[in-house]
């Protein structure tokens, strides 16, 4: 999986190979200082509507600024913290920021401001007995609603019920959205659906790759916006590159786009000037 991973030399080790251990180790420490050192900063990427592209929310994506390693990716850092635990301290303050950015743009941008703001969750985060308290407090301290506040999770995370489980259905009861992230990719049933209060679907990259494909690789995001539309969720499909994918996206039924064609993940600040329209909530279903 390391080698898969290519950069992410990290993320997994075995026993035999001591020099990584001895470096996740440094990782995992240089990490647990990370935050009181200033050196993670957060930026947001929009979901935009389709066909128009107008910026409907943003989701926040952690960076870190390592002082000699630069720029480390999340898809590195995040199963360290996982592990860790540091995921909890890191989490909250990312979540903090974001709800305080999304109740400043409501403030200085009024109808114009992203409507919704996702926070990826993690299985760790859910297992906390704390972490729905964290984010009821988190909304109060912010004044962010609760109902603008979307948490990403994954099929993973709440595969099998358990405290993750519960932890979302208390973060729904609070009015948050939960979205489920790489849809399709997870250890997923499609009975989750039911024990799991779900509003929003993100379709993985691997399947939007296929929309342009052949009837065969499109089927599954097909058949994701098929289910979408029946159980009167939203679905937004992640990772789109070209305009040929959110054109055919728009055809398969999709309203809700993310992804390079449209726009990088961005500081907080290049945000504004994109948020031409009112992003009122999607009423497409
Ligand atoms: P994710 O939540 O599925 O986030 C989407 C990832 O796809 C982001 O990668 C984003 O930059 C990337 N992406 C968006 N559009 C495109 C596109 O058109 N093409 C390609 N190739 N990629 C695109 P990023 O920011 O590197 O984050 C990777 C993963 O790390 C996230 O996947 C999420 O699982 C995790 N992550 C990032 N930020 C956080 C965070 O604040 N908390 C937690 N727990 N996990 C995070
Ligand atoms: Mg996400
Ligand atoms: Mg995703
Ligand atoms: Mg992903």
Same mark, same amino acid.
Request: aromatic residues 6%; glycine residues 8%.
């Given at each position: 999986?390391?080698?898969?991973?290519?950069?992410?030399?990290w993320?997994?080790?075995?026993?035999?190979?001591?020099?990584?251990?001895?470096?996740?180790?440094?990782? !995992?420490?240089?990490?647990?200082?990370?935050? =009181? &050192?200033?050196?993670?900063?957060?930026?947001?990427?929009?979901?935009?509507?389709?066909p128009?592209?107008?910026?409907?929310?943003?989701?926040?994506?952690?960076?870190?600024?390592?002082?000699?390693?630069?720029?480390?990716?999340?898809?590195?850092? $995040?199963?360290?913290? +996982?592990r860790?635990?540091? $995921?909890?301290?890191?989490?909250?303050?990312?979540?903090?920021?974001?709800?305080?950015?999304?109740? &400043?743009?409501? &403030?200085?941008?009024?109808?114009? !401001?992203?409507?919704?703001? /996702?926070?990826?969750?993690?299985a760790?985060?859910?297992? +906390?007995?704390?972490?729905?308290? *964290?984010?009821?407090?988190?909304?109060?301290d912010?004044?962010?609603?609760?109902?603008?506040l *979307? $948490?990403?999770?994954?099929? *993973?995370?709440?595969?099998?019920?358990?405290?993750?489980? =519960?932890?979302?259905?208390?973060?729904?009861?609070l009015?948050?959205?939960?979205?489920?992230?790489?849809?399709?990719?997870g250890?997923?049933?499609?009975?989750?659906?039911?024990?799991?209060?779900?509003?929003?679907?993100?379709? =993985?990259?691997?399947?939007?790759?296929?929309?342009?494909?052949?009837?065969?690789?499109?089927?599954?995001?097909?058949?994701? /916006?098929?289910? !979408?539309?029946?159980?009167?969720? @939203?679905?937004?499909? @992640?990772?789109?590159?070209?305009?040929?994918?959110?054109?055919?996206?728009?055809?398969?039924?999709?309203?809700? !786009?993310?992804?390079?064609?449209?726009? &990088?993940?961005?500081?907080?600040? @290049?945000?504004?000037?994109?948020?031409?329209?009112?992003?009122?909530?999607n009423?497409?279903?």
């Open positions: 999986a390391a080698k898969e991973l290519g950069k992410s030399r993320v997994e080790y075995g026993p035999e190979l001591d020099a990584h251990a001895v470096e996740h180790a440094q990782v !995992a420490a240089e990490l647990s200082q990370a935050l =009181d &050192r200033d050196e993670l900063f957060v930026l947001y990427q929009p979901i935009v509507g389709l128009d592209g107008e910026v409907r929310g943003v989701e926040a994506l952690v960076r870190w600024r390592h002082p000699t390693r630069g720029l480390v990716s999340p898809v590195t850092f $995040i199963p360290v913290a +996982e860790t635990g540091l $995921i909890v301290p890191i989490g909250a303050w990312i979540l903090r920021s974001a709800c305080a950015q999304g109740a &400043r743009w409501a &403030r200085e941008l009024g109808p114009l !401001a992203p409507w919704k703001i /996702s926070v990826n969750a993690s760790r985060q859910l297992l +906390e007995p704390s972490f729905v308290a *964290t984010v009821a407090s988190t909304l109060a912010t004044g962010l609603d609760p109902t603008r *979307t $948490i990403e999770i994954t099929e *993973t995370a709440v595969f099998g019920g358990g405290r993750a489980l =519960d932890t979302v259905r208390a973060l729904h009861a009015g948050v959205k939960i979205a489920l992230d790489d849809f399709g990719t250890h997923s049933s499609l009975g989750l659906l039911r024990t799991c209060p779900v509003d929003v679907l993100k379709v =993985d990259k691997s399947f939007v790759d296929g929309v342009t494909g052949t009837v065969e690789q499109e089927a599954i995001a097909t058949s994701i /916006s098929e289910i !979408a539309q029946a159980l009167r969720l @939203e679905a937004v499909a @992640e990772g789109v590159e070209t305009a040929a994918q959110a054109d055919r996206l728009l055809e398969l039924g999709y309203h809700l !786009a993310q992804g390079f064609h449209f726009a &990088r993940p961005l500081p907080a600040d @290049e945000i504004a000037p994109l948020c031409t329209h009112p992003a009122v909530p009423l497409t279903h």
